[in-house]
């Protein structure tokens, strides 16, 4: 790490009203290791107080948000940091995600269920940039895919594109949070049996 960098790293920890020693523990609890040279008794009084964790010394949802804004700065576990950002069981859900896509291969030629590293890669993108569910994610496929289904498929997005796809000018959409949006606010109609099947 470079001069500016650590300068910038600690400018951001205190930003965050975190001592040095504080965010130190946190790390050591993301990793599940000891801490050394701190007491660390007296930074968990001072972490519990900041809501960085909690009556059971887990940490919280803002201390994860923290450790994720500041993880290109030194190396913490990639699985853990998947299973911050996209849940524990976040492989599981990509697996139910991706089975509700139709096998084979769709009108474009493409085939609807992409890989399962790839699709990792693109809810990894998602989940830094929307706060949305599995529960609503699930929802929201199940209701994209059977109405696509009603046509065939004509036209329908394959597993990966549906969460993010590239635009020309490089930014990239997910049709995946308009769907989900969409089910939150209840803005759909829940009157087919099929769609009711795929989601239970």
Same mark, same amino acid.
């Given at each position: 790490?470079?001069?500016?960098?650590?300068?910038?790293?600690?400018?951001?920890?205190?930003?965050?009203?975190?001592?040095?020693?504080?965010?130190?523990?946190?790390?050591?609890?993301?990793?599940?290791?000891?801490?050394?040279?701190?007491?660390?008794?007296?930074?968990? %009084?001072?972490?519990?107080?900041?809501?960085?964790?909690?009556?059971?010394?887990? *940490?919280? $949802?803002? &201390? +994860?948000? !923290?450790?994720?804004?500041?993880?290109?700065y030194f190396s913490l576990s990639?699985?853990?940091?998947?299973?911050?950002?996209?849940?524990?069981?976040?492989?599981?859900?990509?697996?139910?995600?991706?089975?509700?896509?139709?096998?084979?291969?769709?009108?474009?030629?493409?085939?609807?269920?992409?890989?399962?590293?790839?699709?990792?890669?693109?809810? %990894?993108?998602?989940?830094?940039?929307?706060?949305?569910?599995?529960?609503?994610? *699930?929802? $929201?496929? &199940? +209701?994209? !895919?059977?109405?696509?289904?009603?046509?065939?498929?004509?036209?329908?997005?394959?597993?990966q594109y549906f969460i993010c796809?590239?635009?020309?000018?490089?930014?990239?959409?997910?049709?995946?949070?308009?769907?989900?949006?969409?089910?939150?606010?209840?803005?759909?109609?829940?009157?087919?049996?099929?769609?009711?099947?795929?989601?239970?």
């Amino acid at each position: 790490m470079k001069k500016q960098e650590v300068k910038t790293f600690f400018d951001n920890i205190v930003k965050h009203n975190l001592s040095p020693n504080q965010f130190y523990l946190m790390v050591c609890i993301y990793e599940n290791t000891s801490s050394i040279n701190i007491n660390m008794h007296l930074e968990l %009084r001072q972490l519990l107080i900041g809501e960085w964790i909690d009556e059971n010394n887990k *940490l919280t $949802a803002k &201390a +994860y948000t !923290v450790l994720n804004s500041l993880n290109s700065y030194f190396s913490l576990s990639k699985k853990k940091t998947d299973m911050s950002s996209m849940g524990i069981d976040y492989q599981n859900n990509i697996q139910k995600y991706r089975n509700l896509f139709p096998k084979g291969k769709l009108p474009s030629g493409k085939p609807a269920r992409s890989n399962e590293k790839v699709l990792e890669q693109n809810f %990894r993108w998602f989940f830094e940039n929307y706060s949305y569910t599995w529960d609503s994610i *699930l929802k $929201a496929t &199940a +209701y994209y !895919v059977d109405e696509f289904e009603k046509k065939n498929f004509l036209y329908m997005r394959t597993a990966q594109y549906f969460i993010c796809k590239s635009e020309l000018d490089k930014t990239k959409q997910s049709e995946l949070a308009d769907y989900c949006s969409m089910i939150e606010s209840g803005d759909f109609e829940e009157d087919d049996n099929h769609f009711k099947e795929r989601v239970i």
